[in-house]
């Protein structure tokens, strides 16, 4: 144990870049991630020059949404801007829109033209053109109708949400990319842990040495733990201050919890390690192993939108139960009983990966 | 430069490769297995979402109200709860994403015209799949109390078609129904091809671990000799995959190639040799292989990920963000590969980013080639 901390001396860039990198890449991703889709470029052809036409403008820029662009004064110019990705969507409001709109028996048309190269965007986009042509489409059947403004409220449900009241992104985002953060750090250091030894042919010195593999084992694991949980602080310390997402839940069950994922992940870590010829190997086993991971935690898209045989095959996944867990206390307050069944699932999980990677790993070195 | 110098290190480093055969075999599956993986993990349509509904109306309008809201694929009754406690617990346990709560005056308000009276809680930890619920819902009861105030306004004999008088037409080019894996697949490209580049600055990483570089050196190959001769195999190993993706893409994913695939193969040579620059760099600083990896980490995997406009549009970056997204080659071939494969644009659109990838990877391979030369000297 006392030689791994030894080789992380060597090199000041390694440990570095294991203390604070985890907590360096959650800062950089969440900033990223954690904002809303505003300013998508969107072009207008607005062929009516009316009062109305232009009222319509004010309002889908008042959405926030959207950064116009210099209008457009044909068909070509918004294709041209269109194939090149210069713009997210495209409204052409046709001559005689005001007058459709203020004949009692008119049909106003509205054409809308999204850029599906960029569907993200372009459903934002959507999202937010229809919302203000139905409030002006509300607003026009009314005063046509005659019937008092005032009295009616409109289609306006209220809405209410718990948990994170403001819906702030970085709730959302932040506690799951620290769950997978803490993940992969832990599968790669601990990949790294004997594919080093091996490549450097050490992994013989260390195996003659009066030690058992159970304590090789232990003296490789310790450092990785303690470098984990360690980032795991700073990591949650930066959830907390950098991006204001509280900690609703107790802390020391967070701890509890993530000592225990990360054994499992170690577990799964050092079976690759042990696997792999090379540095080189391992690693690019742990980022087949992580994606496969990734793709079953929810954090991208909610695990029961997927096909039934994949969200049973969740239930397998310890980085599932670890992400529910994480977002549970942290941001529901979770308490063990809330949360009971993903906990047990990880504790199971966890003692049948941790017994077949130990004997794995002990017959490898034995 | 001599051709004879290179072709050397590319074989010791091709040989090399090859020794190591699992590791060969995963350089070369590695991006076109995480792409797969990938699309899977993203390209997901949000349904069935499970909520919860708690009727004080309970009249018939309400009942019918539901009737239509559970209708389709999209949302799922977990429970009809029978109080405010009851849809508490769900939300903390996670059992369901939304409740829909229908007030007492739910019938009254819409026979009047009042408005809706209709309240739904979304669990904010999921917004995404709880602002979904709220669309879902919205756009149900939209059409369902237009429904009853036309009739309603016909009944008293005046006459409209329908309370939405304006008629949208949306369309959306290139991707029609906007699936999502059809923008994805060609964006991941620029992510997945970007995986040779942690074995560019591994490899060159590793001559340093072992001390080898000095030997290398020792011999009368140039320094630019031996970092072009370890991108090369990698930059190969990079195309075999850009060969295999679109087929997959097209065959898997239903994603249309509408372009010419000489452009793409050769702008993709273009953003191998800048992307995998990137990596020469990182090996050049990096003085054992894991130091080298946490770094590739850092400036390769995740800026590639969140600021090539990929998942998020670099429009909505904040301003520095936005710089740095210019400078990544991944922005200029993600770019690339939609028009390539979604819009069908060609050489005449898209030569700005080739110039500007071109420009990117003299300037990583130069910077690398500078350094390298004082770190040794």
């Keep these: 144990m006392n030689k791994e901390f030894l080789h992380l001396k060597h090199d000041w860039w390694l440990p570095a870049f294991m203390l604070f990198g985890g907590a360096l890449e959650l800062l950089m991703i969440g900033w990223a991630t954690s904002r809303p889709i505003t300013n998508l470029p969107l072009m207008i052809w607005d062929m009516d020059k009316t009062p109305a036409s232009r009222n319509l403008v004010i309002s889908i820029e008042n959405t926030g949404t959207f950064e116009l662009v210099e209008p457009a004064t044909s068909m070509d110019m918004i294709k041209n801007q269109m194939d090149r990705g210069k713009i997210n969507a495209a409204v052409i409001i046709p001559q005689g829109f005001a007058g459709e709109i203020s004949a009692s028996a008119g049909n106003p048309i509205l054409q809308v033209i999204l850029n599906g190269a960029e569907s993200t965007p372009a459903r934002e986009a959507q999202r937010a053109i229809e919302g203000v042509v139905w409030a002006l489409g509300e607003k026009i059947t009314i005063e046509k109708l005659g019937v008092n403004a005032e009295q009616f409220e409109g289609f306006d449900f209220s809405l209410r949400v718990w948990f994170n009241e403001a819906l702030n992104e970085a709730y959302f985002t932040t506690p799951a990319e620290l769950a997978l953060m803490l993940e992969f750090t832990i599968l790669i250091f601990a990949a790294l842990t004997f594919s080093r030894e091996r490549e450097f042919g050490t992994l013989e010195q260390l195996l003659v040495m009066p030690f058992t593999s159970l304590e090789i084992i232990i003296g490789k694991s310790i450092p990785v733990i303690l470098v984990g949980l360690f980032d795991f602080s700073i990591m949650l310390g930066v959830v907390h201050f950098a991006f204001h997402v509280p900690v609703r839940g107790s802390l020391p069950l967070i701890f509890g919890l993530a000592f225990i994922y990360t054994l499992v992940e170690l577990g799964k870590g050092m079976a690759i390690s042990v696997f792999s010829r090379s540095q080189h190997q391992s690693f690019l086993l742990v980022l087949m192993v992580g994606m496969v991971d990734f793709m079953f935690t929810g954090y991208a898209a909610p695990v029961e939108s997927m096909p039934q045989i994949i969200q049973t095959l969740a239930k397998f996944i310890p980085a599932h139960h670890w992400l529910e867990i994480l977002r549970g206390i942290i941001l529901k307050g979770s308490t063990i009983m809330d949360i009971l069944p993903n906990v047990l699932w990880l504790v199971i999980l966890g003692t049948i990966i941790g017994f077949f990677s130990l004997r794995y790993i002990r017959k490898a070195l034995d | ?377």
């Design chain 2, 1 to 377: 430069m001599s051709i004879r110098h290179l072709w050397a290190v590319v074989r010791k480093e091709i040989q090399h490769i090859l020794r190591d055969r699992g590791t060969f075999i995963l350089v070369l599956v590695t991006p076109t297995v995480v792409l797969l993986l990938m699309t899977y993990a993203l390209a997901v349509d949000i349904e069935h979402v499970s909520i919860a509904l708690l009727d004080y109306d309970q009249s018939p309008m309400s009942r019918q109200f539901i009737q239509r809201i559970t209708a389709g694929d999209d949302l799922d009754l977990y429970t009809a709860a029978g109080s405010m406690e009851e849809i508490e617990d769900l939300l903390v346990k996670g059992k369901i994403k939304a409740a829909l709560i229908i007030d007492p005056d739910f019938s009254a308000d819409l026979l009047s015209m009042r408005g809706l009276a209709l309240q739904v809680v979304i669990d904010g930890t999921e917004p995404e799949t709880g602002g979904f619920a709220v669309d879902h819902i919205g756009w149900r009861a939209e059409i369902f109390a237009n429904q009853i105030l036309s009739s309603q306004l016909r009944a008293s004999g005046l006459a409209v078609e329908s309370l939405q008088p304006i008629d949208l037409r949306i369309r959306a080019w290139y991707n029609p129904s906007l699936v999502p894996q059809v923008d994805l697949v060609p964006g991941l490209l620029s992510v997945v091809l970007g995986f040779p580049a942690f074995s560019v600055a591994l490899t060159l990483a590793r001559e340093h671990e072992h001390r080898t570089m000095e030997q290398l050196l020792a011999t009368p190959i140039t320094r630019i000799e031996l970092l072009l001769g370890k991108i090369i195999p990698y930059i190969l190993a990079g195309l075999l995959n850009v060969l295999v993706i679109p087929f997959f893409a097209m065959a898997w994913f239903n994603v249309p190639f509408h372009g010419s695939f000489l452009v793409f193969l050769l702008l993709s040579v273009i953003f191998l040799f800048a992307e995998l620059s990137m990596g020469m760099v990182i090996g050049v600083f990096m003085r054992s292989q894991s130091a080298a990896l946490a770094l590739s980490f850092l400036v390769v995997m995740f800026p590639g990920f969140f600021l090539t406009g990929i998942f998020f549009p670099i429009a909505s970056l904040p301003e520095l963000a936005r710089m740095e997204s210019l400078f990544l080659p991944g922005t200029q071939y993600a770019i690339i590969t939609r028009g390539v494969f979604l819009t069908g644009i060609g050489l005449d659109v898209l030569w700005p980013y080739a110039i500007m990838l071109i420009f990117l990877g003299l300037v990583f391979t130069g910077t690398a080639a500078l350094f390298f030369r004082k770190k040794l000297a």
